[in-house]
């Protein structure tokens, strides 16, 4: 079965630093990949996402993410974040053939101002 | 457009009482799923529908736990006999399944209280 995992519960970081959170999935297949975030008091919002051709995927207030097929991973990053980015960040996978979208466990991002 | 519309928005019932959370999908979404997010935790799968087919239940956790939706729009979750454990933030999304490519959209939850 399909797995997602994100190693890095809670990321404490200051204004102006760089970021990268994390995703590393279990399906050796061809996959669609996605980055959620849930900001304080608001539901989750899609961040970016990844169907097929660049592996590289820019989204939405600067991020983007990396698909790195032989390391099964899907990072997330932005190089200077600011205090609204503080959120909780959810990295998403689903395989060609699997019935559902599988999340993993989030990431905590606190960013000092 | 409308996006996914989850009702109540806050529900607080006592132990032993039968809740029902309703989810009204983006139109023309083929897709629905229910998920429970409790406190510190991350998105924990309950029940996916599509289209036509038998919907997948593996993520539900007791027999208490039950969903339909009905016409392939509304869906209504429903939790018998609550225990003070079901209380979680319970969402929904939709997404429209297009040549195995799908994104999903979610609604604002329903926030759960059994005391």
């Known amino acids: 079965a399909q797995s997602v995992s994100q190693h890095n519960h809670h990321v404490i970081l200051s204004e102006a630093a760089s970021l990268e959170l994390g995703c590393n999935y279990s399906y050796g297949g061809t996959v669609n990949l996605f980055w959620y975030v849930q900001y304080p008091g608001q539901h989750l919002q899609l961040l970016l996402k990844?169907?097929?051709?660049?592996?590289l995927v820019k989204g939405i207030k600067g991020f983007e993410a990396e698909f790195i097929k032989s390391k099964f991973s899907f990072n997330l990053r932005k190089p200077s974040v600011q205090w609204s980015d503080t959120a909780e960040y959810f990295c998403a996978v689903k395989d060609s053939s699997a019935s559902k979208i599988i999340f993993g466990s989030g990431t905590r991002l606190s960013i000092r101002p | 457009g409308a996006g996914v519309s989850q009702s109540p928005s806050n529900k607080v019932t006592e132990k032993g009482k039968d809740v029902e959370l309703r989810c009204d999908p983006i139109s023309g979404h083929t897709a629905l799923y229910w998920y429970r997010q409790s406190l510190g935790q991350g998105l924990e799968f309950l029940i996916y529908f599509q289209g036509n087919s038998a919907p997948d239940k593996s993520g539900l956790p007791s027999d208490r736990f039950s969903a339909e939706r009905t016409g392939g729009s509304v869906s209504t979750l429903t939790i018998q006999r609550t225990q003070q454990e079901d209380s979680a933030v319970y969402l929904c999304?939709?997404?429209?399944?297009?040549?195995?490519?799908?994104?999903?959209?979610f609604g604002p939850g329903t926030r759960l209280l059994v005391l």
């Open positions: 990844y169907f097929s051709g660049d592996p």
């Open positions: 999304a939709s997404s429209l399944v297009l040549a195995a490519q799908e994104t999903q959209y």
